[in-house]
C-alpha cells in the first residue's frame, strides 16, 4: 500500500519508527512529502532490489537491442541508401498486394 505522510509527521521517534515497522513487516510504501511537495519515498529493501532488478533488466534489454541493431547495421553496411529503399518500397507494395 503506498501512503503519503508530511516529513514533519515523522519527526518524533515514536511515529518514524512506527512507518518504518509498517514498511518493514506489511511492505507498506510511503511518499515522503515536504510542504505538500513529494521529495522521496520510503520503501522495504525487498522493494528497493527488485527495483535494482528491474532496472538491470532494462538496461540488458537495451544493451541486447543495440548489439543486434549494431550487428544488422554491419551485415548490411554494404547497401546504399537507395537500394534499402528499393528493397522496403518492394516489400511494402508486395504486402499491400496480398491484401487486396
Known amino acids: 500500500m503506498v501512503q ?3 516529513v514533519k509527521a515523522l519527526s518524533d521517534v515514536g511515529s518514524l519508527r512506527q512507518v518504518l ?4 513487516q506489511h511492505g507498506d510504501q510511503y511518499i515522503l512529502k515536504e510542504n505538500g ?6 520503501l522495504s529493501m525487498d522493494d528497493l532490489e527488485l527495483l535494482k532488478r528491474a532496472k538491470a ?8 537491442l543495440f548489439a543486434t541493431l549494431r550487428s544488422v547495421h554491419a551485415r548490411n553496411a554494404h547497401f ?3 537500394e534499402v529503399e528499393a528493397d522496403v518500397d518492394a516489400a511494402i507494395k508486395e504486402i499491400r498486394q496480398g491484401r487486396a
Open 80 to 82: 546504399s541508401a537507395e
Open 4 to 6: 503519503e505522510v508530511e
Open 21 to 24: 515497522q509498517r514498511v518493514k
Open 57 to 64: 533488466d532494462k538496461q540488458k534489454a537495451w544493451d541486447s
Open 37 to 42: 511537495e513529494p521529495e522521496a519515498v520510503l
